[in-house]
């Protein structure tokens, strides 16, 4: 694993960029964590990263600033969010191209060794996601390209800048699809939270209020694969230092529909049966959507490990703690 390295993560204030640093600083690399929010914002709090910035990347002077002495940049930052957030910003989505533009033009100015980008499953052809059982999405299903609107443009522009930089300026990039990440230390209200943990939160809220139902976005019948923090972590890592520098899914086998997702969770609340209000004029997405990992195993060797009721119940907890501790107040986790 990398070790002693002056590593650059990008959106260290959210929360996969919180995960990775926290993991690089165990590994006892020097990091130097930087984000858009202020400090007190950022999801988790390092006392032992050399330094912080709370700086747009979207501003090519700011690039230019972080990225000087530094061997690797890992950029995890772009406004995103779930199907609420991503559906109503489409065009404060397609900004985040300046972020990892920027940022490749500083790091090829200040000879940064290694380049990680974080894209997404949103970047996949929606034609092929169009039912609610698919066959995994493999890495050649983005194109023909017409991924999400948006948040999905953006990430398959920002890959293919990417891999132009490789190719015209020899800068190694590794980049990782990643399905639907969830875990602790993450967004569950707010407007921005994705499904695991705005149902946790739904079930957390019902059981505490004694109310008989929940509220769920579209029919239920919509499914996903989704990937514990701590796997996409490692998956992350071991990309990393591959040699690998096409698009990975970095996801789980374990498709559900959102209905069964909603059972796993109240299984793990032991509350009764909630009814189901089923909202069909929220944002919803699409229809099936489930990552082929074979590319992944093949080579890097490696698959996920953690169960979705196992993280689910990670994440559950997590957020029961933070619901009682927040009381009336705002915390990190629910500003959207
Ligand atoms: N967010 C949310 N909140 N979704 C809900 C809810 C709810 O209360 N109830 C049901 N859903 C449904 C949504 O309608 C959608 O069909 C499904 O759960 C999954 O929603 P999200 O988790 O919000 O988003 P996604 O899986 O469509 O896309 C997310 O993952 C992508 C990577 O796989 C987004 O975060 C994308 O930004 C990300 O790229």
New binding site residues.
Partial sequence: MIKNKKILVIGAGGFIGGHLVNRLLKNGNFITAADIKPKEYWFQDFDNVNNHYSLDMKEIENCRKVTKNIDYVFNMACN?????F?ENNKAECMQSVLINTNLLISCRENKIEKYFFSS???AYNTRKQKNVFIEGLKEEDAYPADPEDG?GWE?LFSERMCRHFMEDYNIPVRIAR???IYGPYGTFDGGR????A??CR?VIKAKKNNENKI????D?K?T?TFLYIDDCIEGTLRLFESNYSEPVNIGSDEQVS?NQMIEIIENISGTKKLERVYQLD?????RG?SSNNDLVKKILNWSFKIQLKDGLKKTYNWIDTEINKQGSNISRFTKS
């Fill in positions: 995103m969010g779930g199907m609420g991503i997404s499953a949103c948040y990430k990643y399905h639907n939270e994705k499904a695991p705005a149902l739904k509220e769920v976005w579209g239920g919509q996903r959102i929220k944002p919803k997405g699409v959507r």
